[in-house]
């Protein structure tokens, strides 16, 4: 054991291991990459779902069910049949991110909104708003804290997902996972599952410092 | 002015919050809805703004009908103000109240100079126009939100319940001052309330609702106490309805006597002739004996007088002038005559023919030898 993790520190911290297209800045940079343009598609589709049956107060056990069903979706089997479908691209690994990553950011959003008063968007049509001056200038604004909670809990579900890019032979963090079963180099998938938890952990610790920081203003 | 003509509100849900209203609130003064909880208080209010519609019927503000006009433009020409203060938790206390002249397009800098004017409008600090609403009291929120509300300088106010959530002090203060507002600013104000003192205090007209939204009486405060159209109102009014129509009456005239010399009791003076307190003479002396006294000027009212002559020790009302001074004292009995007195003629003024209604803030005098009278009651039950 002892031995195993100071291998693991060997091939983590070894300058060879961090450069060239295998190298660990390389596949970090691809790894972020599937995960920014999944979780930007994601709520491209989820921002406006959630906003709209927030502010509207329909379709609402959808964005209640939607999260259950998020989590019972299996995401290997979604992408083998997505891969099954469409052959050898990128398109199964972001069609599986994505909809990994929207129920976080609708149920989240729709969360948010239902949380503002209704006392407050009472107060803000009683003041003279139009309802889209409502939603911009009153829901919004108000559901953001947790509309930001969504996103980063749909990043951090990703980045922790994106592994599976390289299970249908593209890069990211996961190459090293899947490459060392194959190698059956267990030095090399721990060294990828350590460095996939790590950025998780440091992209929601910093995404939940941002919103403390944005939000100090707001009442507890 | 505002006009309701024949307004009836049913919701979907089949409630009649609102039976056949006919009511007509004057302009510059301020008309109180009272009743008891669902009577449809709130719902004739927010019909003035449309945030509720009529299922029949119409409301006209200053002669135009208000379903003529585009709703969000009309809520910003009426200042509104609600119970828990609707205040923008997100928002600062300068932005809040800059709302409405932002949502008129009057640009930031001229919206945050007008909204820094208001905080001082409705007595806060400057400071507090950088603070968030939830790092102020429940009556500052409150001041905040009439700020808000006379931001765009609109010439109707609703107010619902908006100091209902504060302690008996802070009541009175904000009264106070909504008071002395209303007599700069001259707005019409239609103020909802629960509570009969406040109604009684604020309004230049009453108008009692009772269940199932029927208006049943619509009186100055004076003719309300004095002649309640019905058991109903007389019952809603309560026990201490012959000691609030005392709380309308000025002491005035009441004669004024020099304090009498000698007795067991000494009236002990401070700087400037002012009262303060009573020396029990049998009890040897020294100031920590004194009993407090609570000295009353021309414009209290003889509620205040009564309360004040039941707890001197020697049964004298003392009375000072503006700036405290000692003028002379008042007897218990002279009070206790006077009371009576208001009591008939109030009831006479109630029945008398309309005259011009004097502002119970300025105390005219209700009682004799000018009765006041009332203009006699529009709208009520059918
Ligand atoms: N949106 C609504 N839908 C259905 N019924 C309503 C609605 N709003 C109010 N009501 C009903 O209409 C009646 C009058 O309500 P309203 O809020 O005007 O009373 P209120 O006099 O202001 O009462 P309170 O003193 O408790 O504030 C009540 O029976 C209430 O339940
Ligand atoms: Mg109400």
């Not at chain 2, 056949?20 to 009577?39: E, F, K, Q, R, Y």
């Not at chain 2, 009772?210 to 049943?216: A, F, I, P, Q, S």
């Not at chain 2, 049998?282 to 100031?287: F, Q, T, V, W």
């Not at chain 2, 509620?303 to 405290?324: F, I, K």
Request: aromatic share 4%; glycine share 10%; charged share 20%.
């Amino acid at each position: 054991m002892g031995e195993l993790l100071m291998d693991l520190g060997a091939w983590l911290t070894s300058g060879d291991q961090w450069s060239g297209v295998d190298g660990i800045a390389n596949r970090l940079g691809e790894h972020l990459e599937y995960s920014l343009i999944a979780t930007v598609i994601a709520a491209a589709i989820a921002l406006p779902t959630g906003l709209l049956i927030g502010h509207t107060g329909r379709g609402a056990f959808l964005a209640i069910n939607l999260s259950s069903f998020g989590r019972a979706l299996p995401t290997v089997g979604l992408i083998v049949l997505v891969f099954l479908a469409s052959g050898l691209s990128m398109t199964p690994v972001y069609v599986s991110l994505v909809a990994l990553a929207v129920p976080s950011i609708v149920t989240n959003t729709y969360a948010g909104m239902r949380a503002v008063d209704p006392e407050t968007r009472d107060a803000a049509r009683g003041q003279g708003m139009r309802a889209h001056q409502v939603l911009l200038r009153v829901e919004i604004p108000l559901a953001l804290p947790l509309i930001m909670t969504g996103l980063r809990l749909a990043l951090v579900q990703v980045v922790a997902t994106a592994t599976i890019a390289a299970y249908v032979s593209f890069g990211g963090l996961g190459r090293y996972v899947f490459d060392g079963l194959a190698q059956r180099d267990l030095v090399q998938v721990l060294g990828g599952a350590v460095l996939v938890a790590a950025v998780a952990l440091v992209l929601d610790l910093a995404l939940a410092a941002l919103q403390r920081a944005l939000f100090v203003n707001r009442p507890a | 002015m505002i006009e309701f003509r024949a307004v009836h509100k049913r919701f979907a849900n089949g409630t009649t919050a609102v039976h056949d209203l006919t009511l007509s609130m004057p302009a510059g003064g301020i008309t109180v809805l009272v009743g008891s909880s669902g009577c449809g208080k709130t719902t004739t209010l927010r019909m003035i703004n449309r945030m509720v519609e009529p299922t029949s019927g119409t409301i006209h503000v200053d002669g135009r009908d208000i379903c003529s006009q585009d709703a969000a433009l009309l809520r910003r020409s009426i200042g509104y103000v609600i119970q828990q203060s609707g205040l923008f938790p997100h928002r600062t206390v300068l932005d809040n109240i800059a709302t409405v002249p932002l949502l008129l397009g009057w640009g930031r800098r001229k919206a945050r100079t007008r909204a820094a004017e208001l905080l001082e409008t409705v007595g806060l600090a400057h400071d507090a126009g950088k603070r968030y609403p939830h790092q102020l009291s429940g009556g500052q929120q409150q001041r905040v939100g009439v700020a808000r509300a006379l931001a765009a300088d609109p010439p109707v106010l609703l107010m619902d319940e908006p100091f209902g959530a504060v302690d008996p002090v802070v009541r009175t203060q904000l009264q106070d001052e909504l008071l002395r507002l209303q007599k700069e600013l001259d707005k019409t104000i239609v103020f909802v309330t629960h509570d009969i003192a406040e109604a009684i205090r604020l309004g230049d007209r009453i108008a009692v609702f009772r269940t199932g939204g029927r208006l049943v009486q619509c009186a100055t405060p004076a003719e309300l106490l004095a002649r309640p159209a019905d058991p109903f109102v007389a019952d809603f009014l309560g026990a201490e309805r012959g000691l609030m129509l005392l709380s309308l009456i000025p002491l005035g005239d009441l004669p004024r006597r020099p304090v009498p010399e000698g007795g067991r009791w000494e009236l002990v003076l401070g700087p400037g002739r002012r009262p303060k307190g009573w020396r029990d003479r049998s009890a040897g002396d020294g100031d920590g004996a004194l009993l407090p006294v609570r000295p009353l000027r021309d414009g209290d009212s003889l509620l205040s007088a009564l309360n004040e002559s039941v707890g001197s020790p020697c049964g004298l009302v003392v009375r000072v002038d503006t700036e405290g001074a000692l003028t002379g004292v008042t007897s218990r009995e002279e009070v206790h005559d006077r009371a009576g007195t208001a009591h008939a003629s109030a009831a006479r003024a109630a029945s008398a023919p309309p005259e011009p209604a004097p502002r119970a803030g300025d105390h005219p005098p209700v009682a004799d030898p000018a009765p006041a009278s009332a203009p006699g009651t529009t709208g009520g039950a059918p």
